[in-house]
């Protein structure tokens, strides 16, 4: 898989205070990434550093296998992105936001807001000025503007900020919709784990300026491994019966009265059946599986980089 955005040794300093420091990140081609941390994590400032809004104190940026420059700008336009909250021309419609966009970036090509607004959406309502769109709609306009020119790349910073579920479902499906069908190589940043979990290849976690790993999603799911969590009276029994009755062996004690099976080869009602016929009070008895935010959690805590 070739690589299309390549961080090496990045650090930034303002005003004495390292906000990013030493960041190594990779991006393939026709991938998405989700950049995931805390707000004030420093996803931003990095995003700006990728467009050459902020410039680097030390390390390198390399975009389709060129080192960004301070004078570097050609670069950008196979970049479309969303830094912060889109804003737009209010008392103006969809579509004539989109050809005034159009127009100064020098981008003349008949068909081509028509063709977007129907990608993200839009179709039926271009006519409608922006102050009339939801919160919804003009993240929705938003991402027509940045792929408006068929970037190459698509980066966007909080996308789903402040939307209802609704709109954060229509945003995670067009998102899939352009890496699936338009091969565009998505970063996407967020603090909401869930969103990234879903549609995410590929994640770099951060806290406090510095990455604390980059992983593929499927290593996080095949470590993640589905278990069975029981709620017990009694533990020294359930263990007694789990061992010798059920010749299970791969379960951890979570608590006073709580175990996890991590072994398939009985059913739940198998386990639940022996344990009560054992003498066991069973309280509770679910299927359950370690998730990105357990996984990123721990990273966070300082704690076991493996949930």
């Not at 950008?76 to 969303?82: D, P, Q, V, Y």
């Not at 100064?104 to 039926?124: D, F, S, T």
């Not at 789903?160 to 945003?171: A, H, M, R, Y």
Request: hydrophobic share 35%; aromatic share 6%; net charge negative.
């Amino acid at each position: 898989m070739n690589s299309v955005i390549q961080i090496n040794q990045l650090s930034k300093t303002y005003r004495g205070t390292e906000t990013v420091s030493n960041v190594n990140m990779n991006i393939n081609k026709g991938e998405i990434y989700g950049f995931l941390g805390p707000n004030g994590a420093g996803k931003t400032t990095i995003m700006k550093m990728i467009l050459n809004l902020v410039k680097p104190s030390l390390g390198e940026i390399i975009v389709f296998d060129q080192r960004i420059l301070e004078t570097s700008y050609e670069y950008l336009k196979k970049i479309g992105s969303i830094i912060e909250y889109p804003e737009f021309y209010e008392r103006l419609t969809a579509k004539e936001n989109l050809d005034l966009h159009c127009e100064y970036i020098g981008y003349h090509h008949p068909g081509a807001v028509n063709e977007v607004l129907e990608i993200v959406g839009l179709k039926g309502v271009e006519k409608k000025k922006i102050h009339e769109f939801s919160l919804g709609m003009k993240q929705r306009l938003g991402i027509a503007r940045a792929i408006v020119t068929k970037p190459e790349i698509l980066i966007l910073d909080e996308p789903i900020n402040g939307l209802d579920p609704i709109g954060i479902k229509d945003i995670r499906e067009l998102l899939l919709i352009l890496k699936e069908k338009y091969g565009i190589t998505i970063l996407i940043s967020s603090h909401i784990v869930s969103e990234i979990e879903s549609i995410a290849d590929t994640i770099g976690i951060i806290n406090h300026g510095r990455l604390l790993k980059e992983v593929k999603m499927e290593e996080i799911r095949k470590e993640n491994e589905e278990y069975l969590e029981i709620q017990v009276d009694n533990l020294e029994k359930t263990t007694h019966v789990l061992k010798n009755k059920l010749g299970i062996k791969k379960y951890e004690i979570v608590g006073r009265h709580i175990i996890r099976i991590f072994e398939h080869e009985n059913s739940s009602s198998q386990i639940n059946k022996e344990l009560i016929l054992n003498g066991v009070v069973v309280n509770g008895i679910e299927k359950q599986q370690h998730n990105l935010e357990e996984y990123f959690l721990k990273l966070i805590n300082g704690g076991n980089q493996h949930a």
